[in-house]
Structure formats: structure tokens, C-alpha cells
């Protein structure tokens, strides 16, 4: 069957807008549940050690208090195993059992929860519980020396400690260019305007509903199941609307643990709203990550090694490891090729993905390392990417299952006027401003996974998709309307779509950039089992055909799973990003006049949503390059900026000129629908530009994220002396 | 003596008398109406999901502005009308900036759009048109969005204020004008609860300092953008309020050929303008300061009160040169403002006393005025190092300097020391500033912390006082007073 293609492809405006300009979207917090009762977390004030004493009495006795837990008065869970772990839990240690013992792990680690009337008063009351820590060495500098190589686990799950192809190290002693960069990238956090928030109610029966802020609903259920020791089917997770998450949403956090205690401790539903603070040490963020480029290179640019050293941070608790040096083994063609991945453990939470996990951090490393080299070289960087564009994948040899990167470049260099960028001080002169331009090349390996959906078509032309993803904002509820609409050959505003419900058939993580590529394609075939149920072929509207069939509805379901082009061929999805700066060298200023990126992404399903979701991650891109950092202090162990006034987003006014465009690209060797999926390409290689930009205008090699406006000022410094 | 706070919500009076004086307006509307349209993003006024639009009756019209409901405090809605998202789609039908928002992809999570529908609804319905990106920016300053990359909203923006204005809010407006008036009228003092925990809001000074008197422990209340966050952050568990905001007298306006004077409820956003007329570097740091949403809430008079080392408007208005006016039981005073600042959040001011107004020195003819704000992102960004500089000019000569800078102690603070060296100087002679720009590493001994170093915020100390010259002596006659007419018009 071929489905007409009204919809898909086509900028419809989102199904949900109205429902979000309103304010009748509803959040985790928002849901009206009678009875509901207010919890507030106590964080630990120390990085490591022990609870000496809690003291809980003043709080048991502050108005409204239902309930003061700690480690001493709340019961031990099963906390089982999960066998085989989720691809978004870390692959070796253990996840935080929350309040089960006495040991502190981490500054901001909850030791104690208050259960009251109102939120206000468990705030209040949290404040009155008195902990008396003894503290422990704890590790809370990051120092490369005692960095470690990853578990056999971790090893196997696609980050290797050491790898290597051809002889890297006599490649690069024998290369006639050769650049040794060092880099550093801060932690960052996801940021997203929702805070985390759980409501846990129990029933008489014992069965167990979650409104949680999750991108993944399934696996909330499984986790809760397996700390609890319930059956699966005992608990419901509700999670229609995220108000962004970009990967904080993936696991299921501790505080999902202690709103389902803490329900049961007061026998009446209660809600645990994480505080903007919270969210930094109750969930993930971007570990800090250290890295060394080594490249060598021929005087035609033609790349002769690639030695690309990374040290990431994880918890003592957990070993969380990123795929940070998958760029440096196949964005390039290279014969010799070397990685060297290694962790360290410090007294922090566990770090978790974030948008473009890995491959945004590598790619800032060794796109800046490509800007070093091409200068090293005197050549353009643009014509240095062209000569080492990868026909296959230089890793496994296999064959890309569509590779657009040379449209990018070109197209994306035309737009941005790069053979006319200012080339000479004078053209980089405006007034006390200095111009400069950077590109980068960007990368992300494309998945999909396993999934169901279900389409329940009505006699009076209305249909249903319901499937258990979410849409913390891209428009998965438009998007799959779209394939739905086409496939039923229905008008879109005839199709429905519910998601977000661990009552509806299975999905995978809505992360990762899969969720089309996996539920589109579950959607499309449910449709078209459904057409085969009611013996309608071809396309066109099916409704005829369920009337004719005498029946009120009918419903059928769909599954899409990847097949053997996962063995047989790579996929990514790709891009080239140009960067326009100005810099103020007295201040040290940095503004990004214009960025235009250029992306192959597969069939664009809605071009309306993926241009803002592409502008919206080039935007997270100018906070990574110029103003977010996680300032950890290692005197305390403790983030310094844990709110939005100082853990710096761009506001709109740090917005130059976007553009996106999208080169012409249709996959369907990757699968059925075309599409690879294109969250996390966005925020790929747009650091990079940017930092690259802010050397053409300044001369300076800023080799630290983020670069503000006192790095620049001691870069000068350091270079008048 | 009234014993409710009462406002407008959609053409009503509604009257609110047993709420903890601690009440804030977004905790109201999500858990008091159940609307949970409205949205907590960070409950410190960053993020701007809980903007709503607050009217106030002015010349008979009631005029919308956005604020941040999150740290605004229930009482302070009194005798001005509540809008929020739910509000404004009239009939089924979107407004028309909740359209535009539609069309143009302005949401992806949507979290976020809530709020920034209500900062547009405030752009379209009192915004001057037409309407540019420079005013979208400004009105977006206060609203986070972490998805869209902001262009599809300002597309958005842009859009929806290009045709004439719907007058479908009009009604609304002519609803809440009556009940307004009608809260108004009655000129009486607000206190709600009891001797021990209220809400309260004097409608006269001797009602104020009657009251200040008896609970010279109550905490002063201007416009709450920094009271808010001892509230919702630090959890203080105050009781005793006091408001300012009935006093009429604190929020006028004074102006003559010589001074400006601001009362101390005047908000930033009310004395944008006239500040902006005695220097246009006043005017942009009005614009860059906080954003919209803290500009129409907070005062001049708690900008100063509160004391913050960097606090912005400080340093400006020392550095012109003003006067404190103070009022308590043993009646008024008035000092230079930099006397007012004692040392870290200590400040000149006795139990019961409070800030009245403060008198600013305008520039004269041959002065010249320099300020600027050095942060990492553009708007809505606490200032590094915040200059500000009024120089007195003989020919190409220095006669006088004022200096003042904040973040660079622990008070804003001006600099003795390069002030003098500067006098005497020749704007032409490049070389000869270097003594006065080496001074201020004696007048500051600025401090590291997670914003900047010690040695980066003199380095820009240094280099702001460097551009202030070089901008005074490049365009010394467009930019030293007396002024193009236009500019000194008021």
C-alpha cells in the first residue's frame, strides 16, 4: 500500500496549540486530585558521609505536617534488580535507593521528606528538620588523575575505554600537520521551563497511578514496579503533556520513589513538586568533560590520524558514561583512528543524557580541533571537511543508509555567504566590534526501536492513535496526526491522538531523536493493518469501508521494530552549521549575529515544527558556546547557580539571525516512513561554530566552554603579556 | 479601615480576607480558583511562565502590565485587575496574539507560553504600534523559552501587532474600569488579619508612619521583586507586611530644570522615561534592567531601600549625584545617597523609617554622562560590573567627576580616587588617563564569586572608565549636555 502523502511534508501548525496558548494543557502538577497532600525533599548539606542524628520533632510539630520521613522511619523497598537495565539507565553501580540508608553520596541528596497540608507548610517544615552529618573525605574537583576506564558493561554498550584502527600514534609522529588541543566543557543543565513533579495516589486495592513529567511512561511503570516489588500491572503512569525535558525526563529519578512513599505513608494522594534548586541535584545534567584532539593531517588536508582522549564525570554511585567519542571514529574518513574514553567518580548525582548526549560534547571538541588544524594548514575549514567526507562508515566499513553531509556543507556555506565571509582584519573591523565566521560540521547516529500503536477508526469519520510515547514539545501528537491523517484518509482534524498513558500500547523512550523514525512507522502500520481488516486497498478515506461493514468502529494495531538494515548499513543524521559573531575585545563580549545550519534529516515530516525545533536547538547551541555552566564549587561540593537567574539560558535578545534548512534527503533503507529523526543534530556542531567564529574575529583559541565575556578578557590579557 | 484585599477579575470585585499576608498571586490563582493555566517555572520571577497582566486605573482607563505572579504577593493586587491565559480568548474565539502564536509554532513544550502569551497580550493591548523586534525583545526579556528559539514567537509577536488593534478586550477593559473605580473610591487603609500577622497598606503617609510606629518590626513592601524571593526562596517566615503601594503620595513624580525627583513607589517602568530624558545610557539601562515584568513591579524606591551591591540603578543615580529623602516618627532627612549605604545590606535607616522619594541632579551645560550595564547574557542578567560616570567639562578639560560602580564592593561605591585624579585632565591626551584608570585598584577591592573574579571585574571596571572617556572625548558636543531638543524634552 502506498498512502497519499496530503499531510506528511506539509507545515500544518501544531494540533495542540490552541490547548497550550490557552493554558488547558495539563502538566504533572496541574492535575486536580481531591485530598492531595504536599511533600518537600531535605537535601543533605555535605558531599559525603554519614547521617549521625535527625532530628525530626520540630517538624512533626509544625502546622499541617502529616508526615516526617527519613532513612530510620521508612520501610525497606525490594529495590530489584532490572534485568536487562534500560538503555537510559547507566550500565554498571546501582541507582540511589532514596531514604534506605545513612550515607550521603552527594551534596543535595534527599535525607528526609515532610508531608503536609499544604506545600508551604512542608517547605516550611523541611526547614525545621535538624541533620547532623559526619562528613567524609569526598571527592568534588575534577582531576584527570584519578580518572578511570569504563566497566566491561559500560565497554559493551557502545563506550569503549580504548579503541583503535591502523597505527594512530606513528600516523600522527609521521604527519607533516599536526594540532594537540585540549578542551574542556562544563557541566550543564537541561534547563527545561517544567520543573519535575510526581502526584502518587494509591487505591484501596493497592494499585499504584503516577502523574509524572516522564518521557518515558513505560519505563516509569517498570522502575516503580521493580522498587516496589509490584507487579507491573498494579501501576499506571499519566504523562499527556512535558513542558521540555531534553533527556531529564528519560529515567525515573528517586523523588518518583518518595511521592509513591510518601502517599502511602499518609494514606491520601500527595504531590512532590521538585523546586528549581532541586532539579539540579535530584536529576541529570551533561557531565563535565574533558578532552585532547590529536590530528594529523597531509598539506592537502587529507586527515592521517585521529587521536581523540575523553574524562567524564560520573557518581560514586553509578557509572554513567557518554558516547562522546563516537565523532571522532566516523564523522571523518581516517585510516588511523584511536579513542580513549575514561570516567571519573566524584561526590555528585548521577549525570544523565542530554539533547545530542555524546555526540554534542565530541563533536565541540573535535570540530574546534578541525578549526585548529585548517588553520595549521592554511587552508579554508570548509575545503578541510571536504576532503575528508566519509563515503562509508570509516568504523565498521558499512555502507551509510543515506549521507547527505556534502549538501549540507555546500548548501549551507552558499546561504551563509562563506566564500565572501570578512577575510581581513579591516573587513573584520565594525566600529570597536570584531566579525568573525565559523563552521563545524554536525553528527548523530539515527535509531529506532521497538514499539506499538493502536488506530480506532469511527463510522462517522473520526479516528483514534493511541500509543504510550509522549511529546515534551517537537509535536509528536501532530506529527503522528499527520502519517494517521494520510494513512485513514482522513481529513487531519478528524484524527486524534493519545499518548502519554502506560495503559496504551508500548513505546520506547521518546528521546534519542527515534520517535518518529519508530512510532511514525507503528502508526502507519497499524493503519494499514486496519485497511487489510476491512478489505480496503489501495488509499483514499477508509470510512466507506467500516460503514459498509456495518460496525459503530474498528480497531487494529501495529508494530515497528528495526529489521536487518540495522546489521547492514549506518545511519546518522547530518549537518553543517555557519556561525556570524561579534565581539566586543575591551568587554569580552560575544554576540551571535547569524547562524545558518543546514541538516539532513530524513523526511521531514512537518517542516514548520522541524525549522523551530532546529532553531530552538541552535539556540541552546549559543548557550552552550557563551553562557551555561553549572558552576561546581569544590571547596562545598555544590552548584553555586542552581536557578534561572544565574545558570544562564539565552533570552531572546541573545537571538541573532536563525536560519534552518533542510537538504533534500528520503531514507527508506533506515525505514519505511524516510525519516532519521533530527532533536539532537540540532545542537550538534553550533558550539563549535561559534567558539571557531569568536577566533576568526578575535584571534584568541578559546579551548573552555562557556566563553564569557572574563574568558575572553584574560584570553587578552594573557596574550598582551 | 478595610479588612479585605479586593480586586477585579473578569468585571468583578472579588474580596480576599483570610489568606496568609504571605499569599502570592500565582499560589491564589493555581490552588485558590483552581486555574493552572498560569505556570511555576522557578518561583523567583527568571523565567516568566507565571506572567499574568495586572491593571491599574490610571486617568480613568485601566492600563495592563505584565508581572510575574510567582513572587508577586496576593494584597498587591489590591484595587488593580487580574488577568491570566484563561482570560482573554473572548467567546471560543483566540485572541489575537494566541492565534498568531498558533500559526507560527510559538509553542513546542507549551510550558513556557502561557506566559508568554500574557507578555504579548500586554505588547498588543498597550504597546505603541507599530511594533519592531527591538519592542518584541523587550517584552520577551522576562520569559524563558527553551524550545522554540524564540524566533517562531517573535514571528509570532510581529505578527499579530501588524493589523490594527482587535478591540475585543475593550470590554473587558470598560468592565474592569467600573469595578476598579469602585475598589478605589474608598480611600480607605487596607489591613487584613490581625496585630500579629497581616497585610497591610496605608492609604496616607501619617496612615504609613502611624503604623510603622506601632510595628517598627513589619517589613516594608514596594514592589516585591526582591521581597518575593525571601519569601519563595529563602523561606522567611515573614508576618508583618506593610505595603506601599495605596500611599499616592510615594508614587508621584516631580520634575524640575534642575532635579528629578522619583517617589519611592514610582516603578522602573514608570520612570523609565524621565530618567530616560536626562541620558540616553540611563534610558538603556532602564531598558536592560530585570525585565518588563520586575520593571513594572519594582520600584526606584526598593531598588535603593533594599541595599543589593548590585542592585543597577544605584550606581547611576550616585553618580549623577542624588538625594535621599526619609521619613519615620521622628520626622524627615534627607543625605546623599552614597552615605546611604553602609556596608554589605546595611543601610542607613532606622526601625520605622522609610525611603520617600530621591532628588536627582540633572546634567547641566558641559556635563556628560556615560553608564553601562557588562553581563554575560543581554537581557535579564544581574551586571558583573555596573559604571556609571558624570564628568563636568571645561573646553576639552575635566573640571569634575563623579565615579560609581556596583558588584564591585560591598555596597555601590563611588571612587574617590580617580575622581580627583581625573580633574585637570585633557580629554585629547589618551595617555595622560592612565593615573585615573590605575586609581581604581585603589578605590575597589572587588570580590570573586560565580559571576566574575576580583580580577576580571577590575579589569572592566578599568575599561569601562576607559570607554566612558573615549566616548566623551570622541563625540564630545553631540553627546554633552545641553542636549538636541528633542532629547531634553520632558
Redesign the interface.
Known amino acids: 500500500m502506498t498512502p497519499a502523502t496530503t499531510f506528511v511534508g506539509s507545515p500544518v501548525s501544531r494540533v495542540d496549540g490552541p490547548a497550550k496558548v490557552t493554558g488547558a494543557a495539563v502538566y504533572a502538577a496541574d492535575f486536580d486530585i481531591p485530598h492531595l497532600a504536599h511533600a518537600s525533599i531535605v537535601q543533605a548539606r555535605v558531599p559525603a558521609g554519614r547521617i549521625a542524628a535527625i532530628d525530626t520533632r520540630a517538624a512533626e510539630a509544625a502546622p499541617g505536617v502529616l508526615a516526617v520521613m527519613t532513612h530510620e522511619t521508612t520501610r525497606r523497598l525490594p529495590w530489584h534488580p532490572r534485568d536487562p537495565r534500560p538503555g537510559v539507565d547507566p550500565k554498571a553501580g546501582e541507582r540511589l535507593h532514596v531514604l534506605q540508608d545513612d550515607v550521603v553520596r552527594y551534596d543535595g541528596q534527599p535525607v528526609a521528606l515532610v508531608v503536609a497540608q499544604s506545600e508551604e507548610q512542608a517547605r516550611a517544615a523541611a526547614d525545621l528538620v535538624r541533620v547532623d552529618y559526619a562528613p567524609t573525605a569526598a571527592r568534588t574537583r575534577f582531576d584527570v588523575a584519578y580518572a578511570r576506564a569504563p566497566s566491561e558493561a559500560t565497554a559493551k554498550a557502545g563506550r569503549p575505554g580504548d579503541t583503535s584502527r591502523g597505527d594512530p600514534e606513528g600516523a600522527f609522529a609521521q604527519a607533516p600537520v599536526r594540532v594537540d588541543v585540549p578542551f574542556v566543557q562544563p557541566r550543564e543543565q537541561h534547563a527545561a521551563i517544567e520543573p519535575h513533579a510526581t502526584i502518587a495516589a494509591w487505591d484501596e486495592d493497592g494499585r499504584l497511578t503516577l502523574w509524572d513529567k516522564s518521557q518515558w511512561v513505560d519505563n516509569v511503570r517498570t522502575e516503580i514496579a521493580h522498587v516496589f516489588g509490584l507487579a507491573e500491572d498494579r501501576i499506571r503512569v499519566i504523562s499527556p503533556f512535558v513542558g521540555g525535558a531534553f533527556g531529564s525526563g528519560l529515567r525515573t529519578w528517586p523523588h518518583v520513589t518518595l511521592a509513591a512513599l510518601a502517599a502511602e505513608r499518609v494514606g491520601r494522594p500527595v504531590r512532590l513538586a521538585l523546586t528549581r534548586r532541586q532539579l539540579f541535584t535530584n536529576t541529570g545534567f551533561r557531565p563535565h568533560t574533558e578532552s585532547r584532539v590529536r590530528l594529523g593531517a597531509f598539506p592537502d588536508g587529507r586527515l592521517t590520524a585521529i587521536l581523540h582522549e575523553a574524562t567524564g564525570q560520573t557518581s560514586t554511585y553509578e557509572e554513567y558514561a557518554e558516547t562522546t567519542l563516537t565523532p571522532a571514529r566516523q564523522l571523518y574518513a581516517c585510516p588511523n583512528v584511536a579513542t580513549r574514553y575514561r570516567l571519573l567518580d566524584m561526590n555528585v548525582n548521577t549525570p544523565s543524557p542530554m539533547r545530542g548526549p555524546g555526540a554534542a560534547t565530541g563533536e565541540l571538541f573535535l570540530e574546534t580541533a578541525m578549526d585548529e588544524l585548517a588553520h595549521a594548514l592554511g587552508m579554508n575549514p570548509l575545503e578541510l571537511r571536504r576532503a575528508n567526507l566519509a563515503k562509508t562508515d570509516p568504523d565498521s566499513g558499512k555502507p551509510w543508509s543515506s549521507n547527505a553531509l556534502a549538501a549540507c556543507w555546500d548548501q549551507a556555506a552558499a546561504r551563509f555567504g562563506w566564500a565572501d565571509r570578512p577575510r581581513t582584519d579591516e573587513a573584520r573591523r565594525a566600529g570597536r566590534e570584531r566579525i568573525g565566521s565559523g563552521m563545524a560540521s554536525a553528527f548523530y547516529p539515527a535509531h529506532r526501536a521497538k514499539a506499538r500503536a493502536r488506530v480506532t477508526l469511527y463510522a462517522n469519520g473520526g479516528a483514534m492513535i493511541q500509543a504510550a510515547t509522549s511529546d515534551m514539545g517537537p509535536g509528536t501528537y501532530t506529527a503522528l496526526s499527520q502519517v494517521a491523517a494520510d494513512a485513514l484518509g482522513l481529513p487531519l482534524e478528524q484524527v486524534r491522538v493519545e499518548i502519554g498513558d502506560s495503559a496504551l500500547p508500548p513505546a520506547p523512550a521518546h528521546g534519542g531523536s527515534i520517535t518518529m523514525a519508530t512510532l511514525g512507522n507503528a502508526v502507519a502500520n497499524a493503519c494499514a493493518a486496519l485497511r487489510e481488516t476491512l478489505g480496503a486497498d489501495g488509499e483514499g478515506d477508509l470510512t466507506p469501508a467500516l460503514r459498509r461493514s456495518g460496525r459503530d468502529s474498528a480497531a487494529a494495531e501495529g508494530a515497528s521494530s528495526p529489521g536487518k538494515e540495522a546489521q547492514e548499513y549506518e545511519s546518522a543524521a547530518f549537518g553543517a552549521v555557519f556561525a556570524e559573531v561579534r565581539v566586543d575585545p575591551e568587554l569580552g563580549t560575544v554576540r551571535v549575529a547569524r547562524l545558518v545550519g543546514g541538516y539532513d534529516v530524513g523526511r521531514v515530516v512537518n517542516p514548520k515544527l522541524a525549522r523551530s525545533q532546529c532553531i530552538g536547538g541552535m539556540v541552546q547551541g549559543i548557550g552552550m558556546a557563551l553562557s551555561e555552566e553549572a558552576v561546581f564549587d569544590r571547596h562545598c561540593g555544590r552548584v553555586m547557580n542552581a536557578n534561572l537567574s544565574d545558570y544562564l539560558v539565552p533570552v531572546c535578545a541573545d537571538v541573532g539571525a536563525l536560519e534552518a534548512f533542510f537538504v533534500e534527503s528520503d531514507d527508506r533503507v533506515f525505514n519505511p516512513l524516510g525519516v532519521k529523526g533530527l532533536a539532537e543534530i540540532a545542537l550538534c556542531g553550533v558550539a563549535a561554530a561559534i567558539v571557531n567564529a569568536v577566533y576568526d574575529a578575535t584571534g584568541l583559541r578559546m579551548r573552555e566552554v562557556p566563553v564569557t565575556p572574563e574568558r575572553i578578557v584574560t584570553a587578552q590579557a594573557a596574550r598582551g603579556r | 479601615m478595610r479588612e479585605a484585599i479586593r480586586f477585579g477579575r473578569n468585571g468583578t470585585v472579588r474580596e480576599v480576607r483570610d489568606v496568609?499576608p504571605?499569599t502570592t498571586l500565582l499560589?491564589w490563582l493555581?490552588?485558590g480558583e483552581?486555574?493552572?493555566?498560569?505556570?511555576?517555572?522557578?518561583?523567583?520571577g527568571?523565567?516568566g511562565?507565571c506572567t499574568v497582566a495586572l491593571g491599574r486605573l490610571v486617568d480613568g482607563r485601566v492600563v495592563y502590565e505584565p508581572v510575574n505572579s510567582c513572587i508577586l504577593l496576593l494584597g498587591q493586587c489590591d484595587g488593580a485587575d487580574v488577568v491570566?491565559?484563561?482570560d482573554i480568548?473572548a467567546d471560543g474565539a483566540?485572541h489575537p496574539v494566541?492565534e498568531a502564536?498558533?500559526?507560527h509554532?510559538?509553542?513546542?513544550?507549551?510550558?513556557?507560553?502561557?506566559g508568554i502569551?500574557m507578555s504579548l497580550f500586554t505588547l498588543y493591548e498597550e504597546g505603541e504600534r507599530p511594533v519592531g523586534r527591538d519592542a518584541?525583545?523587550d517584552a520577551?526579556?522576562g520569559?524563558?523559552?527553551?524550545?522554540?528559539?524564540?524566533?517562531?514567537?517573535?514571528d509570532a509577536a510581529l505578527d499579530a501587532c501588524a493589523t490594527a488593534k482587535d478591540r475585543r478586550f475593550e470590554a473587558h477593559r470598560e468592565a474592569a474600569a467600573c469595578a476598579l473605580g469602585e475598589i478605589a473610591a474608598d480611600g480607605a487603609d487596607l489591613f487584613m488579619r490581625d496585630e500579629g500577622r497581616f497585610f497591610a497598606a496605608p492609604a496616607s503617609e501619617e496612615s504609613l508612619a502611624a503604623l510603622l510606629a506601632r510595628h517598627p518590626d513589619a517589613t516594608i513592601l514596594a514592589g516585591a521583586t526582591d521581597v518575593g524571593l525571601w519569601i519563595t526562596?529563602s523561606?522567611m517566615?515573614i508576618e508583618k507586611i506593610v505595603w506601599l503601594g495605596r500611599v499616592a503620595s510615594l508614587r508621584e513624580t516631580r520634575s524640575t530644570p534642575e532635579t528629578l525627583t522619583l517617589g519611592a513607589m514610582v516603578s522602573h517602568a514608570d520612570a523609565h522615561a524621565a530618567l530616560a530624558a536626562i541620558d540616553p545610557d540611563l534610558g538603556e539601562l532602564m531598558r536592560r534592567f530585570g525585565s518588563i515584568q520586575v520593571r513594572a513591579s519594582g520600584t526606584v524606591g526598593g531598588n535603593i531601600a533594599n541595599g543589593s551591591p548590585i542592585g543597577d540603578l544605584p550606581p547611576a543615580l550616585i553618580a549623577l549625584g542624588a538625594k535621599l529623602h526619609l521619613a519615620g516618627a521622628k520626622g524627615t532627612r534627607t543625605l546623599p545617597l552614597e552615605d546611604f549605604f553602609l556596608g554589605y545590606r546595611q543601610q542607613d535607616r532606622e526601625p520605622g523609617e522609610y525611603v520617600r522619594a530621591v532628588e536627582i541632579d540633572k546634567l547641566r551645560r558641559h556635563d556628560a554622562f556615560r553608564c553601562?550595564k557588562?553581563t554575560?547574557?543581554?537581557?535579564?542578567?544581574?551586571s558583573?560590573v555596573m559604571g556609571a560616570f558624570r564628568l563636568h567639562l571645561e573646553g576639552r578639560r575635566i573640571a569634575r567627576a563623579r565615579i560609581a560602580f556596583g558588584g564591585m564592593a560591598a555596597t555601590p561605591k563611588r571612587a574617590p580616587l580617580a575622581e580627583a585624579a581625573l580633574v585637570g585632565l585633557d580629554l585629547d591626551d589618551e595617555l595622560a588617563w592612565a593615573p585615573a584608570l590605575d586609581a581604581l585598584a585603589q578605590d575597589y577591592r572587588p570580590m570573586s564569586?560565580?559571576?566574575?573574579?576580583a580580577?576580571?571585574r577590575a579589569?572592566?571596571a578599568r575599561?569601562?572608565l576607559?570607554?566612558a572617556l573615549a566616548e566623551i572625548a570622541g563625540d564630545a558636543g553631540l553627546r554633552i549636555a545641553p542636549r538636541p531638543a528633542g532629547l531634553a524634552a520632558e
Open positions: 496568609h504571605r499560589d493555581r490552588l483552581r486555574r493552572t493555566g498560569t505556570k511555576e517555572g522557578c518561583a523567583e527568571d523565567c511562565a491570566a491565559v484563561e480568548a483566540l494566541q502564536m498558533v500559526t509554532h510559538g509553542s513546542q513544550c507549551g510550558f513556557c507560553t502561557p502569551v518584541v525583545n520577551l526579556a520569559n524563558l523559552c527553551r524550545c522554540t528559539g524564540y524566533r517562531p514567537i517573535v526562596k523561606l517566615e553601562f557588562v554575560k547574557r543581554l537581557d535579564e542578567d544581574i558583573a564569586d560565580h559571576r566574575a573574579s580580577e576580571y579589569v572592566v575599561n569601562l576607559f570607554k
